[in-house]
């Protein structure tokens, strides 16, 4: 076989590598706060560190897997990695919704310029943004611990890299009130 014909998952296009955005749409009775090519113009927009061999980090639209003690999830940022937007229910207010999420993104630009990227494979930190039913916006920012296995010539060799345990720390880093958006 041809070198040549052997597909890659990262594509190049000259010296800059393609984005794989997920671009999921919404559950029913759910919709997203910005349309999609919006959510692709705002990682610029809002001056987010550019991955180095990309044009931007990578946007993710998807819907989110439930509630948490804060809120509803409104965005979540993975520094110099991944910048997911989550969806709404219909019948929330899709103005206070799209004023959390820029909101959410402008706090979320300057802690992703504040973080050293670690090695990735033993610590992962995350931030999260919520939006609770009070107008309130919390950003919190959750580090992922993973203790490393000590490898041993007759252990299996795929398991040499796995984690041997997993702590997640989440703790609020800002609460903010939002006012009603003027028409």
Known sequence: MALSAISYSVEQEGHMYKNHDKLAKPARGKTFPVSIADAVKLPGVFGFPVPSGYKRITVSLENPDGRSDHGKKVAALYPSELLTIYSVLDDDDTGMAKLALNEALRLFA???????????????????????????????????????????????????????????????VSSLELSAPTT
């Open 110 to 172: 300057g802690l992703s310029k504040e973080v050293t990227v670690l090695d990735r494979r033993r610590i992962s930190i995350s931030y999260c943004a919520y939006w609770s039913g009070k107008n309130k916006l919390v950003i919190t920012k959750r580090v992922r611990r993973a203790t490393s296995v000590k490898y041993r010539g007759d252990a299996k060799f795929s398991h040499a890299f796995k984690p041997k345990g997993i702590e997640t720390d989440e703790q609020v």
